[in-house]
């Protein structure tokens, strides 16, 4: 299901949907889901089932896009490495501003590339004539694959040799400054950060969840009841759900405070045909819009799902697998990691 089928979705719980039943946001009486662990995500602290694993981490920090890989040995990591600087080596080749330029760190590479002269005048009326390049380093701690840097990130080289000496392995606790990704944290000088922590479930193959947090400036953002759609057709979504066989469920719509955070939660199942089968989809969304301007207060989002696929249009659509098709969980074990990631959710 696309971005926009899912807003779709949820404008119909807070509008057309209010009479469907809404389950208790509660543990279940009996742990079926084994058990837990905590994990540092961010500058918050999240329970989940023991085998869980994070299966990927995109950070900004400082304005620095990191891409953090659990998995690689750093002979791989080097590998990945030496294919990237062939790559940016012959592009560069050319560069009649300067050739792509290769420092060997401590924990890693650091690329400087595609550099090219900016003339003109600024804002003072000053004139401009200088070279910029874009620059990319990889890192390895431990077997993490450390991503940092790329096209866009211009004249950062000692701010991401900084921030690449600064992630460390998960070994003691951290410090207030410390952004943590599961399996290690970055100390950096400020909380201006961008988080989205991606996990997979070694009892479940088909579940996935994510954690997201942004501080922001600016316009406030709206609740999820609040979010508009954009381009809304409702003659075109009737033709669409006609064709698609399209069904939905909504189990959860309602407030949900976290943490002291007064967000919005949605529980929900669709299915619909495509390319002539079946695919079933079951979302959770946890939703607190934060506060502009409020770095204690970032936009946040904690999200569980899983699709499955059958031949045929399942005989309760738009629900939990009776099956457990695909490595999916059973309804009761989806809503106990559920409501466990949400009940858990705390400041570190």
């Not at 410390?178 to 479930?201: D, R, Y």
Request: hydrophobic share 35%; charged share 20%; with cysteine.
């Amino acid at each position: 299901m696309n971005f926009a089928t899912s807003k779709t979705i949820i404008a119909l719980a807070f509008t057309a949907c209010a009479s469907l039943p809404i389950m208790h946001s509660s543990y279940a009486s009996e742990n079926i889901i084994g058990q837990t662990k905590k994990v540092l995500v961010s500058q918050y602290t999240l329970e989940l089932p023991v085998h869980t694993e994070m299966s990927e981490a995109f950070l900004e920090l400082d304005g620095i896009p990191v891409n953090i890989t659990p998995g690689f040995l750093k002979d791989r990591t080097l590998r990945e490495a030496e294919k990237e600087w062939r790559i940016l080596e012959l592009k560069n080749k050319n560069n009649t501003e300067h050739a792509a330029i290769r420092e060997q760190l401590p924990n890693g590479i650091l690329f400087q590339y595609d550099h090219m002269r900016i003339t003109g005048q600024g804002l003072d009326g000053s004139d401009i004539n200088k070279r910029v390049y874009s620059t990319l380093a990889y890192g390895w701690v431990e077997h993490l694959k450390i991503k940092l840097g790329n096209d866009d990130t211009l004249d950062s080289a000692q701010l991401v040799k900084d921030l690449l000496s600064k992630i460390k392995p998960l070994q003691s606790p951290p410090t207030s400054h410390a952004t943590c990704f599961v399996q290690g944290c970055i100390e950096h000088s400020t909380l201006s950060e961008s988080t989205n922590i991606l996990f997979k479930f070694k009892d479940f193959p088909a579940l996935t969840a994510s954690f997201r947090s942004t501080p922001y400036i600016g316009e406030q953002l709206p609740s999820l009841s609040d979010q508009k759609l954009l381009d809304y057709n409702a003659d075109d979504e009737l033709i669409w759900k006609s064709k698609t066989h399209f069904k939905y469920h909504i189990f959860r719509n309602t407030k949900r405070q976290l943490n002291g955070y007064d967000g919005e939660e949605i529980l929900y199942a669709t299915t619909q045909l495509s390319e002539g089968r079946y695919r079933t989809e079951v979302h959770a969304t946890w939703y607190y819009p934060g506060l502009s301007g409020r770095e204690e207060s970032p936009e946040i989002s904690i999200d569980l799902g899983f699709s499955y696929i059958t031949s045929e249009q399942p005989s309760n659509p738009a629900n939990f697998s009776e099956t457990g098709v695909g490595g999916s969980p059973s309804q009761a074990q989806f809503i106990m990691i559920w409501d466990t990631m949400l009940n858990s959710l705390a400041t570190r």
